[in-house]
């Protein structure tokens, strides 16, 4: 399973957990009732069968244990919340909660309760006829799709960041709805064949010997019983929000300025995280995975106040990790300002990126990589521009996992050529991982021409350069339409070092500072300086006829780091 499902504090990992067993039992008790639809002895079969593994000592104790704790981390949940403010799907799920044990108690208490207590026989016709055809029969279905209801919207938050949930959703919502509606249809007509029986007196009192049914005095038991649980619930309820209210007031006292960047400035209680304080005052904040830590588009950019924060937790550097996010990027969910903070939100709330500023331009000492198909222009003269493309993607398909397996990626596509950089946290993984790259497209190239001399058609050729330098990672272009590139003096080397591959006859022309970053030594003799259009220093650089020569070099230096 994808660990990112996990990811959390242990209280979310265990209220997955302890939602998930439920939502399985409530899952098999509802196709239990719905076998009402064909046949009585159905039903009872499927109880049986199933009341075999649930009620078995070790099963019991784990529903209830699952009960019990699902439902005291989720009051525990809401009552640590700095606001009540929340997305509509996570009120309806938390509304729904609390509904639940107001019905649950009293379907418990008649039948579990009844059965240990007083031995009653509580197979579906007793609950059934327990309910038929008073209102108690409506509130129990109600019970029924409100607990279904509230099941499915927490299995759709938890899994809605997988790839393939969002792929197999329109058959689950079938399922969603089919299930509910045919317990529900199940129990109506077993509930009148049940209760025609039940007018019968010579059957009515087959069935109350059989079903054990309980005394008046043993109903006011029970019913004495559950009216002290529900009591006891609200009671509970009731001390949890006073000491919500009371927190909350305490909290007011204690309060922190934020400043929105094309936003807001607006004071909030110290404590909450800062999309709380975002959803508190009504500030658009994406957050697809409801402030987990998972999805990463609540992050902002700290453009002052970092200091006053604390260092990011497992969670949430993991998933800033993940995405390659800056040093000055946080998760807004995980984020508890305590001093004043100004920050820039990344995603807007339409899902698109917001429009790139000063602190989105990093500048960076990165490797790059200019690469560039040789006699192009006459191998494709007269050939069909099907037959141009199709060449072109074949040739990308073959050496473009090599950059991507080295941890670059292309920045654009030139033609027969491309610009790719490597964006690693230094410059020596930067240069080592650029290097890497040309060795293993060299290889890659190698084989992609014995396929095309299998098929009679001669090998191609390319021109590599492959430079270290300072440049700008940013956004360009208008506001909607800006992609992430980079410019700089760096781009301009690496491109006229490709270009003089042409003369010299090789496949790459690896600059000196780059194989220095990289630690690899190279005898002095093979350094060259080159005058470079444009670039007022000569630059040294190495040629290589073939980038594959650099492997066992490079395996050399590794393994020397190493030892």
């Known amino acids: 399973m ?3 499902l996990w990811r959390g504090g242990w209280a979310a990992q265990l209220r997955i957990g302890s939602g998930l067993i439920l939502f399985v039992f409530a899952f098999f008790h509802f196709i239990n009732i719905g076998l009402g639809l064909f046949h009585t002895d159905y039903l009872h079969g499927m109880q049986d069968g199933r009341q075999a593994i649930t009620r078995h000592n070790v099963i019991s104790l784990l529903f209830y244990a699952a009960l019990i704790l699902h439902a005291a981390l989720a009051v525990i949940s809401i009552i640590q919340r700095r606001t009540l403010r929340m997305p509509f799907s996570s009120a309806l799920q938390v509304v729904l909660g609390l509904l639940i044990p107001l019905q649950l108690i009293s379907h418990i208490v008649h039948t579990r309760v009844a059965h240990e207590v007083f031995d009653v026989n509580d197979e579906m016709g007793y609950i059934i006829i327990l309910m038929w055809p008073s209102s108690a029969i409506w509130m129990q279905s109600l019970l029924l799709l409100i607990v279904w209801i509230h099941g499915c919207i927490g299995l759709h938050m938890w899994l809605r960041l997988t790839s393939w949930w969002s792929k197999t959703v329109p058959y ?7 299930v509910p509606s045919f317990a529900l249809a199940g129990v109506l007509t077993e509930g009148r064949r049940i209760w025609a029986d039940f007018a019968d007196e010579f059957l009515r009192e087959q069935y109350i010997e059989y079903y054990n049914w309980p005394s008046p005095e043993t109903f006011g038991v029970l019913l004495a019983m559950k009216n002290n649980a529900v009591l006891g619930f609200l009671v509970t309820l009731g001390a949890c929000g006073i000491f919500f209210l009371g927190r909350k007031l305490w909290r007011r006292r204690h309060s922190v300025r934020v400043a929105y960047a094309q936003g807001p400035d607006v004071v909030a209680e110290k404590g909450m995280t800062l999309l709380e304080i975002s959803q508190a005052n009504g500030i658009p904040h994406t957050a697809l995975c409801g402030g987990k830590g998972r999805c990463t588009t609540c992050r902002v950019i700290v453009e002052d106040g970092s200091e006053g924060l604390e260092a990011p937790s497992e969670v949430e550097a993991r998933s800033l990790a993940a995405v ?13 300002p305590t001093d004043p903070l100004t920050v820039f939100r990344v995603f807007r709330p339409d899902g698109e990126r917001n429009r790139g500023h000063a602190s989105q331009g990093q500048e960076r000492q990165l490797a790059v990589l200019f690469l560039d198909m040789r006699g192009f222009t006459a191998r494709t003269t007269g050939q069909l521009p099907y037959d141009i493309v199709f060449l072109l993607n074949r040739f990308f398909d073959a050496i473009v996992p090599a950059i991507a397996d080295a941890g670059g990626v292309v920045d654009k596509y030139m033609g027969d050529g491309l610009l790719a950089v490597f964006n690693k946290p230094d ?7 650029g290097l890497h790259a040309a060795i293993e497209i060299s290889l890659a190239l190698d084989g992609f021409n014995q396929r095309l001399a299998a098929e009679g058609s001669p090998g191609i050729r390319i021109g590599m350069g492959l430079h270290l330098g300072d440049l700008v990672l940013g956004e360009i272009g208008a506001a909607g339409h800006a992609s992430q590139t980079i410019i700089g003096d760096a781009v301009n080397v690496a491109s006229r070092l490709e270009s003089e591959t042409k003369a010299l006859g090789v496949e790459l022309l690896v600059s000196d500072e780059l194989l ?14 080159f005058q470079l259009r444009g670039v007022t220093e000569p630059v040294p650089a190495v040629p290589v006829t073939r980038a594959a020569e650099l492997s066992d070099i490079a395996a050399r230096e590794e393994q020397a780091s190493s030892a």
Do not use: H, M, Y
């Open 2 to 4: 994808d660990n990112a």
């Open 172 to 178: 689950l919502i079938g399922v969603a709805v089919f």
């Open 324 to 336: 390659g996010a800056s040093p000055q990027t946080r998760l807004a969910c995980q984020i508890r």
């Open 427 to 433: 410059a020596a993984a930067s240069a080592k991982s």
């Open 516 to 529: 220095q970053a990289a630690g690899v030594a190279i005898d002095p003799e093979q350094i060259r300086l």
